[in-house]
């Protein structure tokens, strides 16, 4: 309920921007006396699925060990770019030291880049880099996701085998870096014509994927990479209604998609913490206005399978 207030709040503009931050929504740091405290505005892309509760958590959390002063903001789903807009332009009105912002849409990011640094505002991107304007990005490398996935499926289906890729939305920078490392290295490999590697959709939930697979497997595709756990989940639901054999091999580490690994639904998950991207976040941006060069920080990844999967989960509980 605090959520929903803050939010219906922020949209009516800048007016509330200073009770914004005495409210719960924001998460406070240990005071020290010692060390500065720094005030830092996020603005993500949706809270409706585990990885993004995941960067909130991780973000929130880490805060309070860093001494930071945290105002966390996200519109309604990763196509809300209008309203994202309002919530960044309202951050940036506030008396922050920092931005994060997770881009709705990576093409159209130049507009707060300047606003940023008008104000003097040190500005970061989460999880979504900029495509238009270079900002330091702090997530996973998605090229590598997408070679990981290409590669993937080549090592567990015959040479002739029609492959796709059900993806998000093209606006967004992870989406054309995994989607065009992926079929990159599908071509360069023998025995595949590159006019039969995929069949692109641009999809973003479960029922999307779901529907899109069930397409894919009517044009007897063998084997498929989602670009979120979501759509990875919608299409291993599609191949046990079709009671077919789909390869599929997706991302973000989340419960429900891991699970999906031990059953054998989903044969190959790529790891993509959200707590470890949003608890990077904060250790980088705090360590940067401390001083600390900007650059870009990659979160590590690894391929899971029925094999390794259960190994996976006992290290992190540990």
Not at 261 to 274: F, K
Request: charged fraction near 25%; aromatic fraction near 6%.
């Amino acid at each position: 309920m605090k959520e929903r207030m803050i939010k219906r709040f922020f949209c009516c503009g800048s007016l509330f921007i200073s009770l914004l931050f005495c409210l719960s929504g924001c998460v406070k740091g240990t005071m020290l006396e010692e060390k500065e405290t720094w005030n830092i505005g996020v603005v993500l892309k949706t809270m409706d699925s585990e990885h993004w509760q995941g960067i909130r958590s991780g973000m929130e959390n880490t805060a309070r060990q860093y001494n930071v002063n945290l105002t966390l903001f996200y519109p309604a789903d990763e196509g809300a770019e209008e309203e994202q807009k309002v919530m960044i332009k309202d951050l940036l009105e506030a008396d922050i030291d920092a931005l994060i912002v997770s881009p709705c849409n990576s093409t159209n990011t130049s507009w707060f880049v300047d606003l940023a640094e008008e104000k003097g505002i040190e500005l970061f991107a989460a999880d979504t880099r900029s495509l238009d304007r270079d900002i330091p990005y702090i997530g996973i490398d998605n090229l590598e996701v997408g070679r990981l996935a290409a590669q993937f499926l080549d090592q567990n289906l015959p040479a002739d085998s029609k492959m796709a890729v059900i993806a998000g939305a093209s606006t967004q920078a992870q989406t054309i870096d995994r989607v065009g490392a992926f079929q990159k290295e599908l071509i360069g490999l023998p025995g595949l014509d590159a006019d039969e590697i995929m069949t692109v959709k641009e999809n973003s939930g479960f029922a999307d994927a779901l529907y899109a697979a069930k397409e894919l497997i009517g044009k007897d595709v063998k084997g498929v990479f989602c670009a979120s756990a979501v759509m990875g989940l919608g299409a291993a639901a599609s191949a046990e209604e079709q009671d077919t054999d789909l390869c599929i091999v997706t991302i973000d580490t989340q419960d429900d998609a891991m699970k999906a690994v031990q059953r054998g639904d989903i044969d190959g998950l790529i790891t993509h913490s959200g707590y470890e991207v949003g608890q990077t976040a904060i250790e980088t941006v705090a360590g940067c206005l401390e001083g600390r060069a900007k650059e870009n920080v990659y979160i590590s990844c690894e391929m899971l399978t029925q094999d390794n999967v259960d190994e996976y989960l006992n290290k992190r509980e540990d």
